[in-house]
């Protein structure tokens, strides 16, 4: 396995620090994690492929510190896993990171019922930076708004009914219209952020949640954001 390929996988569940605590399932040299925003509004699933680590169940409880470690390390490394630490090296350099017990670590929520998705919006590179600049420009704003009509399908930043600093661009969506629906900024910067290059797809629910997807031969990833309010 790559050090470069881990990584991937980490920063496709960790979200630039949103989630740090995690369990990893290792079965048939695959890596999957089920995990949960530490504000509850964001919860998914990432797998990886192409593992070199025995079938088992870690505990991560700290994934900053285990990124830190990491990065002393050369680009191609090996796992080992006991049943309390994952002893991690290259050909120069080993570390040994302490696993959690799998108790202590948030359990992501199943959904009761899984809503209709009725519209889809396309993620290209564009889309990508386009939404990555917006987010920079004004990030005061903590939420970005979606709304899809017979005038206009867009993305908005600093949407309000009030004279605000804003900015719109259009997207490439299909489907029903969607009534102006508001969604986390941040949340959504950080998983296009760490899925940068991969084409995937935005899928709403009139009930107010989103769904991300992407995929590669290498990773798999999908997100459930729940909606905002104006003024959360």
């Known amino acids: 396995m790559t050090k470069t390929e881990l990584l991937g996988f980490i920063g496709k569940y960790s979200l630039g620090g949103n989630v740090e ?3 990893w399932k290792s079965k048939d040299n695959s890596i999957t994690t089920d995990f949960v925003s530490t ?3 964001l919860k998914g699933i990432v797998k990886m492929s192409n593992s070199n680590i025995q079938d088992s169940e870690l505990g991560i409880f700290n994934t900053s510190q285990l990124i ?8 191609e490394i090996k796992i080992t896993v006991s049943n309390t630490s994952m002893l991690v090296n290259d050909n120069h350099t080993d570390f040994s990171f302490v696993l959690a017990d799998l108790d202590v670590i948030p359990k992501s929520p199943k959904l009761k019922m899984t809503p209709s998705f009725t519209t889809t919006i396309k ?4 889309f990508i930076n386009k939404f990555v600049k917006s987010y920079g420009a004004l990030p005061e704003n903590d939420f970005f708004t979606v709304e899809c009509d017979a005038i206009s399908k867009q993305v908005t930043f600093g949407y309000s009914n009030t004279n605000t600093n804003r900015i719109s661009f259009n997207i490439d969506i299909d489907g029903d219209d969607v009534q102006p629906i508001h969604f986390s900024s941040g949340l959504m910067r950080e998983i296009l952020v760490a899925n940068k290059g991969i084409h995937g797809s ?3 629910s009139p009930v107010g949640l989103c769904k991300i997807k992407f995929n590669t031969s290498t990773y798999s990833a999908e997100y459930y954001l729940v909606s905002k309010e104006l003024g959360e």
């Open 21 to 23: 605590s995690v369990i």
């Open 39 to 41: 504000d509850k509004t």
């Open 68 to 75: 830190r470690m990491l990065s002393i390390l050369d680009n």
């Open 123 to 126: 993620i290209t590179d564009d």
């Open 202 to 204: 935005i899928e709403i």
